[in-house]
């Protein structure tokens, strides 16, 4: 085990939004909102620019957002993923019982979601097991 | 109180018990600021020379968090001296 602090890089978290909110904005265009394309299109453009900017600073978060940062700042992140990921379980599981209950016991999306994250835990646990 | 200004004392009682209780819990303190103090360094050089950053050298000498052994280590290194000498367990 290491304790060395990685640096990161800058514009890590803005390709994240560049990305993710591009694959959004073109999805939505296509679909035929071409306003709300665009719209999401300066949202996440100026998202971008707040990350890249924030990215520089020093600090806890700005470590994160470089995907850098020391061992507590690393631990930070992986314990503040695994809260989302445990909120997202929740709601996932909540959306198919209730979806169950009008759907005539038809979980839909909500249960494939559950099962990738069941999945993707019982695999995790036992690869990670392995490593020790 | 600025981040480089060293806390009196030997630091806050990091707690490592479990809420569920655990036999085998104690407290751990520390003398990271004390000895920083004494080497006439600020948290942020301290920070730099270790490759950690100045929040987590602040986050340790005020109990709120517990460095990995690898870093224990090499805190006690950087200041010639023992692990056991830094990091006191309390309890045991």
Redesign the interface.
Known sequence: ?????TVGHRGATAAVLVVGGGALATATWIGGEHGLALGLVGFYALATLAAFFWSGR???VA?IMRVG?????RRLDLEATAYAGLAMAVAAIVGAVVSAARHHGDVGAWGVVCAVGGVAYVVSLGVLKRRG | MGWGTPRKGIGWKARLTPPWGDKHAFHVKNRVSELRTVAGLSQGELGKV???????IN?IENGR?L?????AL?IARNFDTSVEDVFIAEGE
Do not use: F, I, K, N
């Open positions: 085990m290491t304790y060395a602090r020093d600090g806890d470590a940062g020391d061992e507590r700042q | 270790l490759g950690v950053s100045r929040q987590t986050s968090y460095p990995s052994l690898p870093l090499a």
